[in-house]
């Protein structure tokens, strides 16, 4: 296998898969054929938090840090039941609160922070979610991911939230080689056409859940890895099925032994 990366970030070098043609593709080639591959298979995808206005949106994502979507969406359902606006939560004591979040991860900040928001909105912005993202950054609890999904779930807004698992696929798909989330999120802005951030940051989402497993990667019958991934990725999985193809043989060897 002779895969090369040129200098240049902007371009990858695929060459030498069994499946594929040498060929240069610049990091929009792929973001293009990637997109396509994207609205094939999710062409319409939901928000999977359940939500009814950019409150309880703002509230669910918030919620949603460390814990999975559907843990979210099954304590949101007495939670927003208690309180859907920000006045009304504001009154909730925050011990009710953190009863009926309890069952997420990092309940007892997230309760106090999702109090103190509710307050904030209240006080600020006269009860309203603003549609800007410096304000929603600077609400106790609203990081700038959290303040991306409102500014584009909740309003329409170009954004294009980047959390861990985009940052892994878009540096295992070759677009971007970013070391922060911050980074990775400017690389995709560059490489995907302005209209399809909402869709894309979910569609990436989905692909992610449904078919990336933490172990066992087979880039040769992936979708997108199996022409896409970048030189580095390529190497480090040869070299991980090696190793399990070693130790492999070395147990064979000492069952064979006993
Ligand atoms: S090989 Fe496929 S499944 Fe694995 S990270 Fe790449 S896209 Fe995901």
Same mark, same amino acid.
């Given at each position: 296998m002779s895969?090369?990366r040129?200098?240049?970030?902007?371009?990858?070098?695929?060459?030498?898969?069994?499946w594929?043609?040498?060929?240069?593709m @610049?990091?929009?080639?792929?973001?293009? !054929?990637? +997109?396509e591959?994207?609205?094939?298979l999710?062409? $319409?995808?939901?928000?999977p938090l359940?939500h009814e206005?950019?409150?309880?949106?703002l509230?669910?994502v918030?919620l949603?840090?460390q814990t999975?979507d559907?843990?979210v969406?099954?304590?949101?359902k007495?939670?927003f039941a208690?309180?859907?606006e920000?006045?009304a939560?504001?009154k909730?004591?925050?011990?009710s609160?953190l009863?009926?979040?309890r069952?997420v991860g990092?309940a007892?900040t997230?309760a106090r922070?999702v109090?103190r @928001?509710?307050e904030?909105?209240?006080? !600020?912005? +006269?009860?309203?979610?603003?549609?800007n993202?410096? $304000?929603?950054e600077?609400?106790?609890g609203?990081g700038?991911?959290?303040?991306s999904?409102?500014?584009?779930?909740a309003f329409?807004?170009?954004?294009?939230?980047v959390?861990t698992?985009?940052?892994r696929?878009?540096?295992?798909?070759?677009?971007s080689?970013?070391?922060?989330?911050?980074q990775?999120e400017?690389?995709?802005?560059?490489?995907?056409?302005?209209?399809t951030?909402?869709?894309r940051?979910?569609?990436i989402?989905?692909?992610?859940?449904?078919?990336c497993p933490?172990l066992?990667h087979d880039?040769s019958?992936c979708?997108?890895?199996?022409?896409?991934a970048?030189?580095?990725?390529?190497?480090?999985?040869?070299?991980k099925?090696?190793s399990?193809k070693?130790?492999?043989?070395r147990?064979?060897?000492?069952?064979q032994?006993?």
């Open positions: 895969t090369k040129l200098r240049s970030p902007r371009f990858v070098l695929i060459s030498t898969w069994p594929g043609h040498p060929s240069f @610049t990091r929009a080639e792929k973001a293009k !054929r990637i +997109g591959i994207l609205d094939e999710y062409p $319409q995808p939901p928000i359940r206005n950019p409150f309880t949106l509230i669910a918030m949603s840090a999975t559907k843990k969406n099954e304590v949101t007495n939670l208690a309180a859907s920000p006045s939560m504001a909730l004591p925050e011990a609160i009863e009926m979040i069952t990092l007892p997230k922070n109090r @928001t509710s904030l909105l209240v006080e !600020r912005h +006269g009860g309203d979610v603003p549609k993202l410096e $304000q929603l600077a609400l106790p609203v700038h991911k959290t303040a999904v409102v500014m584009c779930q329409g807004e170009p954004a294009f939230p959390d698992h985009i940052h696929l878009a540096a295992r798909w070759g677009l080689r970013g070391t922060n989330v911050k990775t400017a690389d995709l802005k560059k490489v995907f056409p302005r209209d951030w909402i869709r940051h979910l569609q989402i989905y692909f992610g859940r449904d078919h933490a066992g880039l019958t979708r997108i890895c199996g022409w896409a970048s030189a580095k990725r390529i190497r480090e999985e040869a070299s099925k090696h399990r070693r130790k492999g043989a147990l064979q060897a000492t069952t032994q006993r």
